[in-house]
Nanobody
């Protein structure tokens, strides 16, 4: 059974940086693409970033491209999301997700992910 656990959320000020981590257990990590999604108050869940199981391919939402960086450390079963130049619009619950892949592609739709973490709150004050 796949389990994901996020960490690293918190309260920061606009312009600050924050790194989220996601630890995956219960499966062979390298066969899964990893993604980050977020849900802001009163809004739908949205895609943030994703990385292929090799780590060689990434995708970003236009709202975070150039500010956020997704990475993974396969031997440690960990994916990270480095968030720079945070703004109040980035305030949300951030979710880590895993998608079993047969190739080195990068899924961006929530329906492509089978396993989800519980989420970690990120609050950016102005």
């Amino acid at each position: 059974q796949v389990q994901l656990a996020e960490s690293g959320g918190g309260v920061v000020q606009a312009g600050d940086s924050l790194t989220l981590s996601c630890t995956l257990s219960g499966i062979v990590f390298t066969s899964f693409a990893m993604g980050w999604f977020r849900r802001a108050p009163g809004k739908e869940r949205e895609f943030v970033a994703a990385i292929s199981y090799s780590g060689g391919r990434t995708e970003y939402a236009s709202s975070v491209k150039g500010r956020f960086i997704i990475s993974r450390v396969n031997p440690k079963n960990t994916a990270r999301l480095r968030m720079n130049s945070l703004s109040p619009e980035d305030t949300a619950v951030y979710y880590c997700a895993a998608s079993r892949r047969s190739n080195d592609t990068v899924p961006t739709a929530p329906a492509e992910y089978e396993s989800w973490g519980q989420g970690t709150q990120v609050t950016v004050s102005s």
